[in-house]
């Protein structure tokens, strides 16, 4: 396998380090199954589902809009809706789940992420006897929010294959070497699963890496994007403006604006994780890469 020694991830345009945006105790999410609130039916759809705001919007600069973590019951699902102000991701973690994109249905395996893009209508069904674990991140425009729901609980979809809509797995097997990810140590795995060019608003990637044992992505700072790392799998050790503490699967870790930021995987198994960017303008994006791999913290 060829290795990659430069990545768009890893180095961008060059910023000055300014002064960081979090200030006091940082934030991030973390499931937490005394804090789900419990909804017997979302956008029309069948069922219920219990539910998590992971991350809101007041945090950033950029227009990034919520990350919910759900858990749907089985049978159940979010009904077919339109926003016509945001965009949104969703991602069916531990089990294949329908998915509906514009009147669309197919049928994608666990490990699944599926672009809802601005303006179409798109829906969720958890067609299995078991609960799924869900997740859905939003960036709105700039014109604010709005949603409409069909009436459709999308429980009697045509499964089409292969799917009409831009969807993507969670692919170990597609992932490419790169080293020193921002200064960092050691290879990682990487892929760039979407780019700027697939969205609408102004996300600006998602990637997914897998850092094996005494890796890392080195410390960094972003002065025109806001990124958040979602730990997929495993566990690790993530530094936001030289605190640092230790994350685990299911963690979602905020890097806004100026934040200086970086994760090492400081365990014996492999860390993987997704990376999801937004700009303050469309396509920008820019790293200053800070000379510590975070090894020693």
Known sequence: MRKLSVIVFCILISATIVTAEQKGKLVFGRIDTTTFKYYKTVHDG?????????????????NFYFMHYCIIEPKSGIGEHLHRNSEEMYFAFDR??????????????????VL???SSSHGIYNNSDK???????????????????????????????????????????VLKPITKCHQGKGELLFRRIWSSDSFKTKILFLDHLI?????SIGYHQHNTMEEVYYILNGKGRITVNNNTWDVIKGDAIPCTLHDSHGIYNNTGEELEIFVWA??????EGDAKDQGDDLADR
Not at 46 to 62: C, D, R, T, V
Not at 156 to 169: D, R
Not at 211 to 215: G, H
Not at 278 to 283: I, N, R, T, Y
């Open 131 to 173: 609960p799924l674990k869900f997740l859905n991140i939003a960036v709105l425009t700039e014109n604010g929010k709005g949603v409409t729901n069909y009436g459709e609980d999308l429980t009697n979809q045509k499964i089409e294959s292969p799917a009409p809509f831009k969807w993507a797995k969670f692919d170990r097997t």
């Open 46 to 62: 069948a069922g219920g589902q219990y539910f998590q705001e992971m991350l809101g919007s007041k945090i950033f600069e950029s």
């Open 96 to 113: 294949p789940a329908e998915f509906t994109v514009n009147g669309r249905t197919a049928l994608l395996p666990a490990g699944s992420c």
């Open 116 to 118: 809802c893009p601005l």
């Open 278 to 283: 937004v700009s303050l303008e469309k396509g």
């Open 211 to 215: 850092l094996p044992p005494d890796t």
